[in-house]
């Protein structure tokens, strides 16, 4: 049984901070690259950061400098840091676990940021 689990989603203003967590079941962890993707409101999900098996990431430019994707094999767990938020990052925000061709999602929390 697979298993994602998002949370740390919330309320936040302008320039706070917030650390999205995805703990995972069912998979190898360490053999799965890990990601972080999003959907706003009207607009199609798109992929925030990735970091990969040998923990190489990779972020979309509208984030590089503000987000930080990290992974803890031993708690079978992928984070990610945001910081400096602005409103154009609400959104809901997906974990994603991906081994070849094989791949799950979680079932998304929610980021708003709004004065």
């Known amino acids: 049984q697979v298993q994602l689990v998002e949370s740390g989603g919330g309320l936040v203003q302008p320039g706070g901070s917030l650390r999205l967590s995805c703990t995972t079941s069912g998979i190898i962890f360490s053999t799965n690259a890990m990601g972080w993707y999003r959907q706003a409101p009207g607009k199609e999900r798109e992929l925030v950061a990735s970091i990969n098996s040998g923990s190489s990431t990779n972020y979309a430019d509208s984030v590089k400098g503000r987000f930080t994707i990290s992974r803890d094999n031993a708690k079978n767990t992928v984070y990610l840091q945001m910081n400096s938020l602005i409103p154009e990052d609400t959104a809901v925000y997906y974990c994603?676990?991906?081994?070849?061709?094989?791949?799950?999602w979680g079932q998304g929390t929610q980021v708003t940021v709004s004065s």
């Open positions: 994603n676990a991906r081994r070849g061709w094989t791949a799950y």
